[in-house]
């Protein structure tokens, strides 16, 4: 019987071991974590910014109940910039907006047209004058993951958003 248990302990060991192979590094995304931006997006990022597709305006944070914050940031952008280079730049900006509840970016096609809704933050601009410069809106809702961008072909006003995940 003793010989039976160390065979099976011995057994037991050396299944151990053949299976706690090293696993692959995964990127974990929560507030104690650094995300590291890969050199392309950062190119990407630049690229539309150095180009004037891209024109970030203002911020505002809105302090909620909890503690914690929602951001909405405005940006320009030339009115014929592309799905793609929005999304792109979303995917490259990403990281630096993990902090707070919810962050909203939203992209305005008409110089001096960016003004932040009198609503609060999570409820976005509703009206037909700010609706018709709206060419994207991203969402970022660092509590639960999610991260959607709504592209608009037109404008807000007078297009049906496409709506991506951007990761």
């Not at 039976?4 to 057994?11: D, F, S, Y």
């Not at 974590?33 to 970030?56: A, F, G």
């Amino acid at each position: 019987m003793k010989k039976l248990i160390n065979l099976l302990t011995c057994t037991l060991i050396l299944v151990s071991f053949s299976c706690k192979k090293k696993q692959p590094t995964q990127e974990i995304s929560n507030a104690d974590s650094v995300k590291i931006i890969k050199p392309q997006q950062e190119k990407i990022t630049t690229n539309l910014m150095d180009k004037n597709l891209i024109k970030k305006i203002d911020s505002k944070q809105e302090i909620r109940n909890d503690g914690d914050y929602n951001q909405m940031t405005l940006f320009e952008v030339k009115e014929d910039i592309s799905l793609e280079q929005i999304r792109n730049y979303c995917s490259s900006v990403k990281p630096n907006y993990s902090n707070g509840y919810f962050q909203i970016l939203v992209f305005f096609k008409k110089p001096n047209s960016t003004r932040f809704s009198d609503n609060p933050v999570t409820a976005l601009h509703n009206d037909e004058k700010d609706s018709k410069n709206i060419k994207a809106v991203y969402t970022i809702n660092n509590i639960n993951g999610y991260s959607k961008l709504d592209y608009y072909e037109k404008n807000k006003w007078e297009s049906l958003a496409q709506t991506f995940d951007i990761y």
